[in-house]
């Protein structure tokens, strides 16, 4: 293992971590990204998020990895929609996590993908992007660094849609609109509308209300952590069963009703326009039905 180590200077007294990363550090975001989710940043000897601020004088250090830790099988039958050499489509469960993680090693996403594919050497997850444990539905991933790419290029683009469906607890009072409302990090995982944050735009449209509830279609066009829940949670109908944003259900163990429900996108090599659907799960429209 290797440690990359830096004193918080007075230019960077106030910034976020993740900044200083990048700055001092010359970490990309992929590895950034790699280091929060294994656990590997520290300020002052404590493992802590990209998000904090960080002070003059204060001791910055990553621990990287000579080699990453060893992909675990998971044999868990997948609902895969589309595959080729390029991609790989797959309709997520819930709660299901996305990504292997120091709280998780071994029964998510990241290790069912690494079974399906037959367990093959040198395996590298390559998610374009990633649902929330809570969050069902579709997902894509790329079976090569050139394809992962050419679509993380794609993202919050024309090229690629995502619109997900979701219960929420009472409906807005306008049926449909634009959400265009910053987000910034509240401390721990927790996002909130913030107007230093950054921004974030969530096109939505009401389409059905009963028994207190309101079944919602919800177009993403930036992607900030969160999004959906804190933009609902903002109007005043969050999401049935989120437990960070709103209030958890029994009739939903380990998630919430949030699901992605259409993508569309180019594909990185031919440059066909692949779409695809994925219905509302019966456990979400059922809480339609419940007064």
């Given at each position: 293992m290797r440690e990359i180590v830096c004193i918080v200077t007075p230019e960077d007294d106030g910034r976020k971590l993740g900044a200083v990363l990048r700055a001092r550090l010359h970490l990309s975001n992929r590895q950034i990204s790699r280091l929060k989710f294994s656990g590997g940043i520290f300020l002052e000897d404590a493992c802590v998020h990209t998000g904090v601020f960080v002070r003059t004088g204060q001791c910055v250090s990553v621990r990287l990895e000579d080699h990453g830790p060893e992909t675990v099988p998971y044999a868990l039958p997948l609902r895969v929609l589309y595959q080729d050499e390029d991609v790989l489509v797959v309709d997520k469960a819930a709660p299901l996590p996305s990504i292997s993680s120091v709280h998780q090693m071994t029964q998510t996403l990241e290790n069912a993908v690494f079974a399906y594919l037959g367990c093959p050497e040198g395996f590298i997850y390559r998610p374009v992007s990633?649902?929330?444990?809570?969050?069902?539905?579709?997902?894509?991933?790329?079976?090569?660094?050139h394809a992962h790419d050419r679509m993380q290029r794609m993202l919050h683009t024309p090229d690629y849609v995502r619109e997900y469906l979701a219960v929420t607890e009472g409906a807005p009072v306008e049926k449909s609109g634009v959400i265009d409302r910053p987000i910034g990090l509240r401390g721990g995982v927790k996002r909130c509308i913030d107007p230093e944050g950054r921004r974030a735009v969530t096109h939505y449209r009401v389409l059905k209300e009963q028994n207190g509830r309101a079944l919602m279609?919800?177009?993403?066009?930036?992607?900030?952590?969160?999004?959906?829940?804190?933009?609902?949670?903002?109007?005043?109908?969050?999401?049935?069963?989120?437990?960070?944003?709103?209030?958890?259900?029994?009739?939903?163990?380990?998630r919430f009703a949030l699901h992605s429900a259409y993508l569309s996108f180019l594909h990185p090599v031919t440059g066909e326009r692949l779409s695809f659907e994925s219905p509302l799960p019966p456990l979400l429209n059922a809480l339609l039905e419940q007064p």
């Open positions: 990633r649902l929330d444990k809570g969050t069902s539905g579709l997902m894509p991933i790329a079976l090569n660094a279609r919800l177009r993403l066009e930036t992607g900030r952590t969160h999004q959906i829940r804190v933009h609902l949670e903002s109007l005043g109908c969050p999401v049935a069963g989120d437990y960070l944003y709103g209030t958890e259900l029994a009739a939903l163990p380990g």
